[in-house]
């Protein structure tokens, strides 16, 4: 079967650094995804990698090992927007779909 | 373009109703997928097209749920008699063909009440 875990809740300080963990294990691999998604929204796309090590986009970096099905997104400079919930996704090697895990909610306090 | 277009947005519904649902990708994109979604979860996914043709349906899709993509465009997903435990989140999302870089693009959604 695919697994795919993150905690599910977190709480970090406007201003401050968080990072989500994410953990796979699944049958295949083609890259893993973090995408963000505030209340009664869609998705929203944040990162993707494919090979080790860490991929950095403004506020937002990504790092993945797949040797230890890991992977990690770190958010710097916290603000009140960042309040939502990140989820983690793996695309598998011969599908397209991606398989989810269920989501990290991150609550921002002033 | 104005991205992944989903209508409605908001469906309320007897049971035993039928509902159907649309969603217009972004023009370029070949690949077309519906997930769906609970209050908690991840999206769960359903199916996928990879221009008019449906590759890949999910073994949790019953058959009272069908999707079309007739022209390689716009998709529709039906549900027939539908039930209380259909209430979800129905999203869609297109993609480019080749490597995933840039992410699969979500529409809004469509939130199903079934009472």
């Known amino acids: 079967g695919q697994n795919i875990d993150q905690p599910t809740e977190m709480t970090a300080t406007e201003g401050a650094i968080v990072q989500i963990n994410c953990t796979y294990q699944?049958?295949?691999?083609?890259?893993l995804f973090w995408y963000q998604q505030h209340a009664g929204e869609a998705p929203t796309f944040l990162s993707y990698?494919?090979l080790d090590g860490l991929e950095e986009k403004g506020r937002f970096s990504s790092f993945l090992s797949r040797s230890k099905g890991y992977s990690y997104l770190l958010l710097k400079e916290l603000q009140m927007k960042d309040s939502a919930s990140y989820l983690c996704?793996?695309?598998?090697?011969?599908?397209?779909?991606?398989?989810w895990g269920a989501g990290t909610k991150l609550i921002i306090k002033p | 373009d104005t991205g992944v277009s989903q209508n409605p947005r908001h469906k309320i519904t007897k049971r035993g109703q039928n509902v159907t649902f649309r969603c217009d990708p972004i023009?370029?994109?070949?690949?077309l997928y519906w997930y769906r979604q609970t209050l908690g979860q991840g999206p769960e996914f359903l199916t996928y097209?990879?221009?008019?043709?449906?590759?890949?349906k999910s073994r949790l899709l019953s058959d009272r749920f069908s999707a079309e993509r007739p022209k390689g465009s716009f998709s529709t997903l039906e549900i027939q008699r539908t039930e209380q435990g259909d209430s979800a989140m129905y999203l869609c999302?297109?993609?480019?063909?080749?490597?995933?870089?840039?992410?699969?693009?979500f529409g809004s959604g469509t939130r199903l009440t079934v009472v």
């Open positions: 999302a297109s993609s480019p063909t080749g490597p995933a870089g840039d992410g699969y693009t």
């Open positions: 023009s370029e994109h070949n690949r």
């Open positions: 097209f990879q221009n008019e043709a449906q590759l890949e």
């Open positions: 699944t049958s295949g691999f083609n890259g």
């Open positions: 990698n494919v």
């Open positions: 996704a793996v695309r598998l090697d011969s599908n397209y779909q991606l398989i």
